[in-house]
């Protein structure tokens, strides 16, 4: 496949790094403002198929040690294949170049950084047609709906600017495009069912506005591997009918996830936690759990290393979310869901949010309505759920209206059972002496939790990690 | 017993309690149930089995895996009508045949290896219970570990919290060890297979008594809690502070040791005393105490001690040499036992006091002492170090080159010596070119010597051979410097939920295990080539035990050790060390947590269902290089029980059997589909269940063909046949020969590959297959709901 490309192809080059001391020549990079890689859809007359040209000085004529401009042009074209791929399709462009020994790709679009390594153009590896004929091998071979692919690299830095300025005006209309894609817009989800191999019950529901779980899978990357692929592990959902706009259910969705299950999920509510919510495996983000006390929601991302507001951690509720299971109140979610319109619309969105760790929340300020954003409560405002309800009711978070409107809410916080009731035994403390006499204590069940106390062994990690 | 953990009904009255704080009078409590606390996990169906209540699990798998018989000795001498020759189709007097008494043999094995975990994990936590409580907490990861004990919630079907928890886990192990042992009786048990599924039974009972051991130290004295990124430990003589006085720890129970570092910490002076060890304690250790030093691997012994830096030896259990106390006597350090079972014929001197013994060891009257009191041993060790450090002025027993050239020459070339080598390595040809003056092909001789100091014994002319090689590597023992990470304990569940997407993405081509002792072919650099090179293709790689050290014994062209060179977490391309022999758990417990953490498979009393789930799923392999002990195959067997293949060097042939399958058997190798409950022809995968390889190459192809499992999606099979193809032809020549039988569709097939594969499948009459929903648990098959 590879006999005529003077250096070694694979998967095994992939962690590969070239250091500085190692390089041949850097293209892109940090020292470079301008470089991009671009895939662009052509009409399927417009471009020669398998051409690949130079435009500027090749690797063999640069200095060894410099950095250099480039530019990477894609261009493609097929009867299926359509523009919304591009994006998907460019990404292969770093894998592809990371399986090319000592040919160092890092970043994306107008970022790329490269390294080729003194070793690999020793061996031989001193023109881009070598890396271009690589890319055109792996594109036909995994993607086969290209017809045509023609493959241009520049290091021209006056013709670079040409492509760099198209390039930009690309990602945005991409990004734009991107955002503003709505799930009603669309007529297809897709269904993903790669981790069957390890839950076999769960599958995702891949939306415009919800991405897959794991925050891996975008619909566009849906929509290209279903493509390519019809039969494989991600496939085409039709919607077919609405059934509930808010909430998000699909009678194609329905059936789908009934297939999929096994008949163990019948129903999925797309924006909600409750009712039908979606299902997750085990590699969600993160968590959106329920505050019964508050009404609300709480955030937590899988990276937060301490316990959250209702006194449980990460790993303690993932445990409840997990395993292809539906579970009211505890919902897997992906960071990119979180940033989508339609965030537990159905359940109020973020104005039912009241409390997530002061990173997320940062990391999420510019999804998260302004009026909102300073009522969420964060682990440095407070720590349990009383100083929750004080801190929502004193910010007046949207929750606390709906308190009001809703009183069952607020008594079912007031209703714990007693353990022991002390009506009728004085208590007394502080140097005084208790007396009980013929009293009763009866309890249908005591719990006994140990008191975490720090261990008393004398080894330096105790408790070391939690920052 | 499980009622031991949750009991019902508790009625208490008091008539009368007066205390400093309250009278009481009358008072009757009744309580409807006490739970140790909210596990609302309902009991499995085989909470802490017996003998033969998975035995129908073993038989599924040893079915597909028959054992392949490899007799390291013919005869059967375990009773007085032997010695029996079991050769041919003979039987024994008692009806034995060959097959049965290899079995037996190796459950003999499993379970002198099991007492020894669980023996060490009672003592652990007897003396840590007496020093904290048996209410002290079990914390191994604070709020980053949910299963704090996969094992034993998967065995015993309880969840321990506390210290005292942990005690009927080891009744229940101890139990069963017994139990086990009385099966290897004459006449107990006549089918091979059946002292196979027994095996099995060891190793998994063995794999709860490492985790209790290792739970227990790891809550009670401070161990680092599953961090990712625990602290460097100095590794190799050359990081030691010879001017300082040296203790030396040799064996696998901390507690002893950590008594020495106790004491230091006591009198504040740590920085003025060098602690260092060899072995598990030493990784232990370093776990405690950010300034202890990691020798080396259990081979370093003898280079160790003859080198005369450690001042004092401390021994305390497991894989210590048992003629220590000769080789300290040599370099006129006093020798310290600390362990009820290794007492080494040395007086009793627990109940001395400390000023006696100290002054009995300065003044050179004792050459050692047996101490069993961990504090005292602290004292001891420590006074002693510093009072005779200066009389002894490290006086070794290591020759220099001029002596290694007069004794060369009293070579007569019997060639003994070399027979007597575990590794045959060359030794009379290198004596004799040492006495012309050339010390390179001794020299040559260093790394890939095992230190187990045979040749010594068997030189007629008495010739210390294993210190001529060490002078002619110029001492090189002294210099070596290098660095591992402290065992960190369990994995984090979150760490494990990160490597989901990456696993199915085909991004994780693995999970590869480098465990046990050094009993290596070509000595510990092949370890260290091994996770390097696994860790660039991004399998996830863990360390344990001496596999740990020798993994950190080398450095690449810039100079890093692998624990430099790659993170510490359980990620694509991280080398995870867990810590000591007992650590190993955690490499067990991670594969039950996948289970448990995506499907929600539940854990309670649920061996069976979990153990087909790791077998059909989770891409995990062990490599034991350098497997010497019955340790090591109690441990090994605890993995097949899980379905976890283990590869071993070409020593673990001495453990008389392998478990084969026969991929040419294309009925053996049939699955249920959980979603269909039809038949469907799953592939070989994996292979082998236990399997020697010649050399390391080969080692490494069978890895990468042993991560396979039926439930891989097609980027993730692409991604292990990717491996998988690029190590055989590397390492080999040539596509692998199989590689149709693991290629199920077209999507499998590697891009990088393809058209050499395609190829390659026209020419072996290639199917497409189905992927299966894997189970061989008819029980599993779904049933769809209406």
């Not at chain 1, 960071?335 to 104005?351: K, N, P, T, V, W």
């Not at chain 2, 099991?114 to 652990?124: D, V």
């Not at chain 2, 401070?222 to 190799?236: Q, R």
Request: with cysteine; net charge neutral; aromatic share 8%.
């Amino acid at each position: 496949m590879f006999e005529q490309i003077p250096v070694d192809i694979g998967l095994v080059h992939e962690g590969e790094r070239v250091r500085k001391n190692d390089m041949q020549v850097e293209l892109g990079g940090p020292a470079e403002p301008e470089k991009c890689e671009i895939v662009l859809v052509r009409p399927v007359d417009a471009i020669t198929d398998g051409d690949i040209s130079i435009v500027g000085p090749d690797i063999g004529s640069m200095e060894e040690g410099k950095h250099y401009p480039l530019g990477i042009l894609v261009e493609i074209a097929g009867a299926k294949v359509e523009q919304d791929l591009e994006g998907v399709i460019e990404r292969r462009i770093h894998e592809y170049s990371n399986y090319i020994e000592g040919f160092m790709h890092l970043n994306q679009r107008y970022d790329i950084w490269i390294r080729l390594s003194k070793k690999s153009f020793k061996k031989g590896l001193n023109s881009f047609k070598y890396i271009g004929q690589v890319m055109l091998e792996l594109f036909r071979n995994e993607l086969p709906i290209l017809e045509k692919i023609q493959i241009t690299f520049i290091t021209d830095p006056e013709k670079l600017k040409l492509l760099y300025r198209e390039a930009l005006e690309r990602y945005e209309s991409r990004d734009a495009r991107a955002r503003g894609l709505l799930d009603r817009d669309v007529d297809v989800f897709y269904g993903c069912a790669l981790c069957q191999s390890f839950a076999p019950t769960h599958i995702c529901v891949i939306t415009p506005q919800r991405y897959a779980n794991c925050g891996a899978i975008s619909w566009f990357d849906g929509r290209a591997a279903a493509g390519i692929d019809p039969k494989g592990p991600i496939y085409e959902i039709v919607k077919d009918e609405c059934l509930d706009e808010e909430k998000g259910e699909y009678t194609g969705v329905n059936e789908s996830a009934k297939k999929r299950s096994m008949g163990e999920i019948n129903r999925v509510y797309l924006y909600s936690a409750f009712g039908y919510p979606h299902t997750s495996c085990g590699c969600f983000e993160g968590i959106a759990f329920y505050i019964p006390e508050a009404d609300g929601f709480g955030i937590v991302l899988r990276g937060f290393r301490d316990i959250t507001v209702n006194g449980l951690a990460f790993s303690t509720m993932a445990d409840s979310t997990a395993g292809g299971r539906q579970v009211d109140g505890f919902h897997g979610i992906s960071i990119e869901y979180m940033r989508s319109a339609r965030f537990l619309h159905a359940d109020g969105g973020y104005e039912r949010v009241v409390w997530m760790p002061a990173e997320t929340r940062e990391r999420l300020k510019d999804f998260i309505p302004p009026s909102v954003y300073p009522a969420i409560a964060t682990e440095k405002d407070v720590k349990t759920i009383p100083e929750l309800k004080s801190f929502l009711i004193n910010l007046n978070h949207p929750v606390v209206q709906k308190w009001k409107s809703d009183e069952t809410a607020a008594r079912a916080t007031a209703d714990r059972t007693a353990v022991l009731s002390a009506g009728d035994i004085p208590i007394t403390a502080g140097g005084y002496r208790i007396i009980l006499k013929n009293a009763k204590i009866t309890a249908e069940k005591v719990i006994i939790l140990p008191v975490r106390a720090p261990p008393p062994g004398g080894g330096e990690h105790r408790g070391a990690q939690k920052k | 017993m499980v009622n031991a953990l949750s009991r019902k009904g508790v009625n208490l009255s008091i008539k009368e309690l007066d205390s400093d704080i309250a009278r009481f009078r009358d008072i009757s409590i009744s309580i409807g149930a006490i739970r140790q606390d909210t596990w609302h996990e309902p009991m499995g169906p085989t909470p802490f089995p017996t003998l033969s209540t998975l035995r129908n699990w073993d038989h599924a798998l040893l079915k597909r895996y028959k054992p392949f018989y490899l007799p390291f000795c013919d005869l059967c001498c375990l009773c007085t009508y032997g010695k029996c020759d079991l050769t041919g189709q003979k039987r024994g007097a008692c009806g034995i045949t060959m097959a049965a008494q290899q079995s037996r043999i190796v459950l003999l094995t499993a379970c002198i290896g099991a007492a020894t975990h669980t023996g060490h994990a009672r003592e652990l936590l007897t003396s840590l219970i007496d020093r904290f409580g048996s209410d002290l907490p079990i914390n191994v990861g604070d709020v980053g570990v949910e299963v704090e004990a996969p094992i034993t919630r998967l065995v015993c079907g309880i969840r321990p919290q506390t210290l005292g928890d942990l005690e009927p886990v080891l009744d229940y192990c101890e139990n069963q060890i017994t139990q086990l042992l009385s099966v290897t009786h004459t006449g107990q048990e006549g089918s091979n297979i059946d002292f196979e599924s027994k095996v099995f039974h060891a190793g998994m009972i063995d794999h709860v008594g490492m985790e209790v051991a290792d739970i227990a130290q790891i809550s009670a004295l401070g161990f680092p809690k599953a961090e990712p990124e625990s602290p460097l430990a100095d590794l190799g003589l050359g990081t030691v502070d010879v001017k300082k006085p040296v203790i030396l720890v040799i064996g696998h129970n901390v507690t002893p040791s950590a008594g020495i570092i106790d004491y230091l910490r006591a009198e504040g002076i740590q920085s003025e005393v060098e602690v260092t060890g060899i072995c598990c304690t030493a990784l232990d250790i370093t776990r405690y105490s950010s300034r202890a030093k990691v020798i080396g691997p259990i081979s370093w012994q003898l280079r160790y001690i003859r080198s005369g830096v450690p001042d004092v030896i401390v021994i305390d259990e497991q894989c210590v040499r048992t003629d220590t106390l000769l080789e300290a006597a040599k370099v006129r350090s006093p020798l310290i036992a600390t362990s009820e079972k290794n007492c080494l014929g040395l007086p009793d001197r627990t109940d001395d006091t400390v000023d006696d013994i100290v002054r009995g060891f300065v003044e050179e009257s004792i050459p050692g002492a047996l101490i069993l009191d961990p504090e005292k041993v602290g004292e001891v060790a420590v006074r002693t170090a510093r009072l005779i450090a200066p009389k002894r002025k490290k006086q070794g027993a290591d020759i220099s080159k001029e002596e290694l050239g007069r004794l060369a020459k009293k070579c007569t070339q019997c060639m003994l010596c070399r027979r007597a080598c575990p590794n045959d390595l060359p030794l009379a040809q290198a004596i004799k070119a040492a006495a012309g003056g050339h010390l390179s092909l001794l020299d040559e001789l260093y790394d890939d010597c095992v230190g187990c100091g045979r040749c010594e014994s068997a030189c007629t002319q008495k010739l210390p051979v294993h210190s001529l090689i060490i002078a002619a590597a110029d001492q090189k023992t002294r210099t070596e410097s290098y660095c591992i990470r402290t065992g960190r304990g369990p994995i984090q569940d979150t760490e494990i939920r990160k490597v989901g997407g990456p696993i199915v993405l085909g991004e994780i081509p693995g999970i590869v295990a480098f465990v046990g002792c050094a009993n290596y072919p070509k000595g510990s650099r092949e370890v260290a080539e091994m996770c390097r090179e696994f860790a660039k293709r991004r399998y996830i790689v863990c360390t344990s035990g001496c596999s740990a050290m020798s993994a950190g014994m080398h450095r690449d062209e810039y100079g890093r050790t692998v624990y430099e060179q790659f993170s510490g977490a359980f990620e694509a391309g991280g080398i995870v060390n867990v810590g000591s022999c007992v650590s190993n758990a955690h490499i067990a417990g991670a594969a039950i947590k996948i289970a448990s953490i995506f499907a929600k498979r539940p854990l309670r009393g649920n061996y069976e269902e979990i153990a087909d789930y790791v077998y059909n799923r989770v891409g995990a392999v062990g490599v034991a290089w350098g497997a010497m002990s019955q340790k090591a195959a109690a441990i090994a067997a605890g993995f097949w029980r899980l379905g976890i293949p283990v590869v071993v060097g070409p020593h673990g042939t001495k453990y008389r059997r392998m478990l084969l399958g026969r991929s040419d058997k294309t009925e053996d190798w049939y699955v249920y589909d959980a979603r269909s409950g039809g038949k469907v022809y799953a592939g070989p995968v994996p292979e082998h269940l236990f399997f020697a390889a010649e050399t390391k190459e080969d080692a490494m192809v069978m890895v990468a063909k042993l991560t396979m499992r039926p439930n891989d999606t097609s980027k993730g099979r692409a991604n292990k046949l990717a491996n998988y193809i690029d190590l055989h032809k590397r390492l080999v020549g040539g596509i692998p020969p199989d590689v149709h039988l693991f290629v199920r569709s077209p999507a499998d097939i590697p891009l990088t590959m393809k058209d050499d594969v395609t190829l390659y499948l026209k020419d072996h009459d290639w199917k497409e297959q189905p992927i299966p929903d894997p189970t061989l648990l008819p029980r599993l098959i779904h049933k769809k709901r209406v």
